[in-house]
């Protein structure tokens, strides 16, 4: 093995044993022979993984254990004509930055204390974004685009959208607008 090459390695499936799993359901041929029966909005890259033996498909984040994990999360949710919010909050050193983006730039900062670190996890659990999908999207020429970026202490991971919504939207935006005392939809 050389120093470019990695080495992923997969959960076996729950249901099978199977080691034959992947981390994103494979497309079928139907699929490829009508395009044009897919739907409108669809979701690339779900945070799930998929046995190649037995078809099952499970969550890749299960239990609230992976949020503890979480260092840093930037999540930014705006469009045309405006107002745009984004959120920056450094798990590490506790600094909670909200930023909107109007008529003018106005930036406030706080800490987060550990009770409000607990909180948050809580609400961030409940709202299931580590596994959202990777994409969301509807075709527009206006409305609300939105990013997630989160880091973990091994890799990260974006979530983003246009005019399309993961379950769960408004109670993560809602968490946001709460932990940074500022406004986010």
Do not use: R
């Given at each position: 093995m050389t120093a470019n090459e990695v080495i992923t390695k997969l959960p076996p499936c729950p249901k099978c044993n199977s080691i034959h799993t992947t981390d994103e359901q494979p497309l079928t041929e139907e699929v490829w022979l009508f395009p044009i029966e897919q739907p409108q909005?669809?979701?690339?890259g779900k945070a799930r993984y998929y046995c190649l033996d037995c078809t099952h498909t499970w969550k890749k984040y299960r239990g609230k254990k992976p949020y503890s994990s979480i260092q840093k999360i930037?999540?930014?949710?705006?469009?045309?004509?405006?107002?745009?919010?984004?959120?920056?909050i450094?798990?590490?050193?506790?600094l909670i930055e909200h930023i909107e983006y109007h008529s003018i730039k106005q930036e406030n900062k706080?800490?987060?204390s550990n009770i409000e670190k607990d909180w948050l996890i809580t609400e961030l659990y409940k709202c299931d974004f580590l596994n959202w999908s990777e994409e969301?999207?509807?075709?527009?020429?206006?409305?609300?685009?939105?990013?997630v970026k989160i880091e973990f202490d091994t890799?990260?991971?974006?979530?983003?959208?246009s005019n399309y919504f993961p379950p769960k939207w408004t109670k993560f935006c809602k968490t946001m607008a709460k932990i940074s005392d500022g406004e986010f939809y």
């Open positions: 909005s669809f979701e690339k930037e999540a930014f949710a705006g469009g045309f004509p405006g107002p745009s919010y984004k959120v920056k450094d798990f590490e050193t506790g706080a800490q987060l969301y999207i509807v075709m527009a020429e206006d409305g609300t685009n939105w990013d890799h990260c991971e974006i979530k983003t959208g």
